[in-house]
């Protein structure tokens, strides 16, 4: 947690420093504070050749009213369309002339852009971004020609069984809730946009205070500082705005629980079956880390094991949990063909309740320790988890924990913390949606 | 190209070294053969903390009967099912244990199995995966289990547009032929396989003198050959054996051209265009390339340019190369909604054919090396990808050229290159198929 001085443009502090075992500094975080409240954080990471930047900006499609469904991301495509600087094919050509890689996506409580260059190129990236996010244009014939690619987006998830199946489980955990609305909107919300709408939450939500600029790998702090300050300048006007703050609310938001389905002409049947979990920022994240990882975590996972590697009841088998500001589930989630629905369903509710009533053993406390363990350490070989997860402590959780910190909590989880939580998540009412070819 | 004494087994040779600017190594790839014409190829990589390995087998679904299709697949599976060792949960419970990343694919010309963890779990990922390959007891129940499994794979590849497309592709390009066979089977094919036919299959291609085991990351050459030679013992009998060359064809296997549509009831049609292009090893390939970069390899290409930016008639556009032995294509792909079919067509066509006219221009071109040699840079960052190019370097090119001979291969093609290879391939018919809610 930074104090209000630390919050001042103009401020730099040190966040982070990793030594390696022989004393050796293998990474370094810093963070500046720019006017406007814009924040740049960088990891310098010993050893690469490359450098991971994102924009990070604190809007997704929870942002949006009913009317705007859909607009966030609209929006993120836009920024792709030209500037007064630079054309469509000169933003996209710059970053593919250097190999780089480009994109961007919404979600519902955050928007990032991102690309991965080598460290020479940099310089470019920063500065493409910069003019993106600052100068965009929205040319009203850039937003028809977009809304008709939106609308082919759109339809195309439609057609992905497991888009259907999560779509359909927000809307029907939070009815009535952004929450529950799909991130890219509706083929009726994306219809109807204005030019005047999007480009109005571009102006509200698209502010230096909102936003992160996150870099990692080969690269010196001072100079991406420079370099943000140059390519952000439109931005950077107002020397008494501060970084806003991460996210709150004061309770948690609880799903419904019921069931859906939709019914749809593919050969398999798609199945999400969820409970009530946790927010983004509860300490019990650990725990439910090494219960996933027990539950469907895996290929040696409970459920891997008995619906898959025994019954041979579905190729795919997994659970996952979704972690919002005041809100979050634990979901299984499975693909089968329809005359083995029952099966999967039996099996996923028994083997739910046998954790609810048992918990662990101890051998799966300690594989999932080391599941979360190395799968975290392998991931931070690579500059865009490095340059996500620095990017994500200053926008979401307002914590940065260092690596053997984080090792540490997990390794403090016990097997009581994990029967506990089974415990109040699997003894709930379930949300089920089912997307197939027939009525369930 | 080795010489017939460096395919004797108990010869080690160093195949390439690589230095920074500086003149440190940055990298040293390694070759060992092992008895039964084993070969181990590692290339050690500083500055990294995790180890990929990869057993690759010269055995893919190209080297099925149509009574054997999905042969190949189905028992890349059931090597996870356990050997007199381990049983399926021991498998994957150990690596699980040290998050680890393990899986493995099957392609038409070869098979992976495949692993990425941190250095000091390398010896178990060599142990496990020594064991699965040398030793797997393919239980009769097991088959019965893993039988429903894919089953349900294909179901799941069915409900998948692109996937369809994918193989309608190939089955249209490559009637009658096992090229144009779908690499999971058939539901009808996998329904008749006996557990006799995949043991045989097994017994018969998953021989030392098919396989290589390839290393990447922190590691020692002389420590993985010795890791190597233990675990994969019972393979490792025959010292008069040598590693198999890798496949070789005389006369380059034309495609056919053509139409076929498959009626699905999905909101997008999904289409392929293509045409017949070069093989594996063919000089062409750093042209087609830069070809490729140009036509569709990026949002900066025409065809993304051209379908999405300025006429917002697709969300996804794009285009790739498949390189076989003795054959190869080179592919559009769309997805879009069925209205704006015929509008996509026909840019694409024009597009193909104004390049096949008058080649790229010189900025094209330029753009299309920096892609390449910037994408190749990047890539290499990583133990995994290093892993892929070393065992591919040995099982299909028998050439490992340096990064520097690559770069300067890419960096020598020319615009009359690329005009020759855009002449010859965009002015041959082309073989068509769509996949969608209507015939077109």
Same mark, same amino acid.
């Given at each position: 947690m930074l104090t209000a001085d630390q919050q001042k443009p103009g401020t730099t502090r040190t966040l982070l420093t990793e030594k390696d075992a022989g004393g050796s500094v293998v990474s370094t975080v810093r963070r500046t504070v720019l006017p406007g409240g814009l924040r740049v954080v960088t990891e310098a990471m010993a050893g690469v050749r490359s450098a991971s930047i994102g924009v990070w900006i604190g809007v997704g499609s929870r942002d949006e009213t009913p009317t705007l469904s859909g607009a966030c991301h609209f929006l993120e495509h836009l920024l792709f369309k030209g500037t007064p600087q630079r054309s469509a094919l000169e933003i996209s050509a710059s970053l593919d002339a250097v190999g780089g890689e480009f994109n961007a996506f919404t979600a519902k409580e955050y928007t990032c852009f991102h690309a991965r260059v080598l460290d020479v190129d940099l310089p470019l990236a920063v500065d493409v971004l910069g003019d993106m996010l600052s100068s965009s244009t929205i040319h009203p014939d850039d937003v028809e020609a977009e809304r008709e690619v939106i609308l082919d987006e759109i339809a195309m998830h439609d057609d992905d069984p497991e888009d259907v199946a999560t779509n359909l489980f927000a809307e029907t955990a939070? !009815? %009535? %809730? !952004?929450? #529950?609305? !799909?991130?890219? #909107?509706t083929a009726a919300s994306i219809s109807r946009l204005t030019r005047a709408q999007v480009h109005r939450f571009y102006r509200q939500w698209y502010r230096p205070e909102q936003m992160v600029v996150a870099v990692a790998g080969n690269v010196d702090h001072t100079t991406v500082v420079r370099q943000v300050r140059k390519a952000f300048a439109p931005l950077l006007t107002d020397r008494h705005a501060r970084p806003a703050p991460p996210r709150r609310a004061a309770r948690f938001k609880r799903g419904a629980a019921g069931s859906a389905h939709t019914t749809r002409p593919f050969e398999q049947v798609n199945v999400l079956l969820g409970v009530n979990a946790i927010n983004r920022t509860d300490e019990r994240r650990y725990a439910l880390g090494i219960l996933n990882a027990a539950v469907g975590g895996g290929p040696s996972s409970r459920l891997f094991q008995e619906v898959r590697e025994k019954r041979g009841l579905a190729y795919s088998i997994y659970s996952y949990a979704n972690h919002y500001t005041d809100a979050g589930s634990f979901c299984v989630g499975a693909g089968c063909l329809p005359g083995k629905l029952d099966d999967v369903l039996s099996v996923v509710r028994e083997e739910l309740r046998a954790v609810a009533d048992e918990g662990l053993t101890e051998e799966e406390l300690v594989r999932g320790q080391g599941q979360l363990r190395g799968g975290l350490v392998l991931g931070l070989e690579d500059s865009a988890s490095r340059m996500s997860r620095i990017a994500k402590a200053e926008l979401l959780y307002d914590d940065l924990p260092s690596i053997d910190e984080v090792i540490g909590r997990i390794d403090a989880v016990t097997l009581d913390d994990v029967h506990a939580l089974a415990r109040s998540l699997f003894r709930q009412p379930e949300t089920l949606v089912v997307v197939g070819p027939e009525q369930p």
């Open positions: 939070w !009815p %009535s %809730s !952004p929450l #529950g609305r !799909p991130i890219a #909107g």
